[in-house]
């Protein structure tokens, strides 16, 4: 219902709509505030954690907030950054809950888990997204230069500049060696991004991984550990671009479906989500002990790398003559990266789990500063007749 005279909606569902805006800030800053309270108690903690009611409790929260941003669809595409920080709470205070699965170390499951997020992946793409890349090649030129330029450096600069050791600085340009993360569509999307843009970014640089995230792995961290190139191309190829391609042919013969394709799309996209929650999970328990000793220091990367990526892609897009929209979404596509897939190449070929350090960091606070992001962005909308450069 509209009211005629204004052409907007009532003022009782104005005064909803920022109700439950309002409420999605507050929940949102407050998990990440609880999350971030924990996590520096548990690392600053001489006894080895915090005491079991205080975590306890900090988990409970986050997951009542979590469950709070599922209650209206204005504020249920936010939840998911809420759960990734829940899961990766809940695995520093139990790690035995996620150490082991059906008699096999959790980490064996890592690669199946990656896998049925990117066929979550697949699912949403078309044949257009590829095609978008003839339609616009300088936007996806320029986003591909800014993704494989920016956080490889980034995270190889920031890692000696804090003096980590060898394998967690591994860790840490491996996230930035990565593609752009399947959470960049959502966030996207919440911020008024260019939703098919992003698509299409994220298509690119996970279909240039192959090559890029060895290429870069061997360059910047060749001296630091081993780096076998050719076994890391070939997990890559079987981790993420095979199960991205039977997602696609899935895509496709949905369009001869259309009863169903909502359907699959929905619970495809859920079981990504599910599947992502649980890996984050899987490494944070796995690597607690390392994560302990290096936390403060590695948390404060983490920080600047995710938040100086977010900065650098806007700006550099800016530069490039991009526009306003376009902007804003190399900046989520930068910022976020392919945390799971990270953790996924630590495990193996790698076989560091200090290297998986940083993916586990790396995944719940870009989800969280993401969501913010987007809020910020939502709330600052570009005018439709103004100069697309210049909106901020």
């Given at each position: 219902?509209?009211?005629?005279?204004?052409?907007?909606?009532?003022?009782?569902?104005?005064?909803?709509?920022?109700?439950?805006?309002?409420?999605?800030?507050?929940?949102?800053?407050?998990?990440?505030?609880?999350?971030?309270?924990?996590?520096?108690?548990?690392?600053?903690?001489?006894?080895?954690?915090?005491?079991?009611?205080?975590?306890?409790?900090?988990?409970?929260?986050?997951?009542?907030?979590?469950?709070?941003?599922?209650?209206?669809?204005?504020?249920?595409?936010?939840?998911?950054?809420?759960?990734?920080?829940?899961?990766?709470?809940?695995?520093?205070?139990?790690?035995?809950?996620?150490?082991?699965?059906?008699?096999?170390?959790?980490?064996?499951?890592?690669?199946?888990?990656?896998?049925?997020?990117?066929?979550?992946?697949?699912?949403?793409?078309?044949?257009?997204?590829?095609?978008r890349i003839l339609k616009m090649p300088h936007g996806i030129a320029?986003?591909?230069?800014?993704?494989?330029?920016?956080?490889?450096?980034?995270?190889?600069?920031?890692?000696?500049?804090?003096?980590?050791?060898?394998?967690?600085?591994?860790?840490?340009?491996?996230?930035?060696?990565?593609?752009?993360?399947?959470?960049?569509?959502?966030?996207?999307?919440?911020?008024?991004?260019?939703?098919?843009?992003?698509?299409?970014?994220?298509?690119?640089?996970?279909?240039?991984?192959?090559?890029?995230?060895?290429?870069?792995?061997?360059?910047?961290?060749?001296?630091?550990?081993?780096?076998?190139?050719?076994?890391?191309?070939?997990?890559?190829?079987?981790?993420?671009?095979?199960?991205?391609?039977?997602?696609?042919?899935?895509?496709?013969?949905?369009?001869?479906?259309?009863?169903?394709?909502?359907?699959?799309?929905?619970?495809?996209?859920?079981?990504?989500?599910?599947?992502?929650?649980?890996?984050?999970?899987?490494?944070?328990?796995?690597?607690?002990?390392?994560?302990?000793?290096?936390?403060?220091?590695?948390?404060?990367?983490?920080?600047?790398?995710?938040?100086?990526?977010?900065?650098?892609?806007?700006?550099?897009?800016?530069?490039?003559?991009?526009?306003?929209?376009?902007?804003?979404?190399?900046?989520?596509?930068?910022?976020?990266?392919?945390?799971?897939?990270?953790?996924?190449?630590?495990?193996?070929?790698?076989?560091?789990?200090?290297?998986?350090?940083?993916?586990?960091?790396?995944a719940p606070i870009m989800n969280v500063s993401g969501s913010i992001?987007?809020?910020?962005?939502?709330?600052?909308?570009?005018?439709?007749?103004?100069?697309?450069?210049?909106?901020?």
């Amino acid at each position: 219902m509209v009211d005629h005279r204004s052409g907007m909606p009532p003022v009782e569902e104005r005064l909803t709509y920022r109700g439950w805006c309002v409420a999605e800030s507050l929940l949102l800053v407050g998990s990440a505030f609880l999350f971030s309270s924990m996590l520096f108690g548990w690392i600053a903690s001489s006894d080895g954690g915090l005491s079991p009611s205080a975590v306890g409790a900090g988990t409970v929260g986050i997951l009542a907030m979590a469950a709070g941003l599922l209650m209206h669809p204005t504020t249920r595409p936010f939840s998911f950054a809420t759960w990734v920080v829940a899961s990766v709470a809940l695995a520093l205070i139990r790690p035995d809950w996620f150490l082991e699965f059906l008699g096999k170390p959790s980490k064996q499951w890592l690669t199946p888990l990656i896998q049925i997020a990117m066929l979550g992946m697949g699912a949403t793409l078309t044949l257009a997204d590829f095609a978008r890349i003839l339609k616009m090649p300088h936007g996806i030129a320029i986003g591909m230069l800014l993704q494989f330029g920016i956080m490889p450096l980034l995270g190889f600069s920031l890692a000696k500049a804090f003096q980590l050791p060898a394998e967690i600085a591994a860790g840490v340009i491996l996230v930035g060696s990565c593609p752009g993360g399947v959470a960049s569509n959502v966030i996207t999307f919440l911020a008024g991004g260019d939703v098919a843009f992003s698509v299409t970014l994220t298509a690119c640089s996970t279909l240039l991984s192959p090559l890029m995230t060895p290429w870069w792995m061997n360059t910047l961290a060749g001296k630091l550990i081993p780096v076998p190139v050719m076994a890391m191309m070939q997990q890559i190829l079987w981790t993420v671009l095979a199960p991205v391609a039977a997602g696609l042919v899935i895509s496709v013969l949905m369009q001869y479906a259309p009863r169903y394709k909502a359907i699959v799309d929905r619970w495809m996209t859920r079981l990504a989500m599910a599947a992502i929650c649980i890996v984050c999970a899987i490494i944070a328990a796995d690597s607690q002990s390392s994560l302990k000793q290096v936390g403060l220091a590695l948390l404060v990367v983490v920080l600047l790398h995710n938040n100086l990526g977010y900065l650098l892609g806007y700006w550099g897009a800016r530069l490039s003559g991009m526009p306003e929209t376009q902007c804003r979404t190399i900046a989520i596509e930068v910022g976020l990266q392919n945390g799971g897939m990270a953790a996924a190449l630590a495990n193996h070929p790698l076989k560091s789990a200090a290297a998986a350090v940083a993916p586990a960091l790396f995944a719940p606070i870009m989800n969280v500063s993401g969501s913010i992001l987007a809020m910020y962005w939502r709330k600052r909308p570009i005018a439709p007749n103004a100069p697309d450069s210049t909106a901020t």
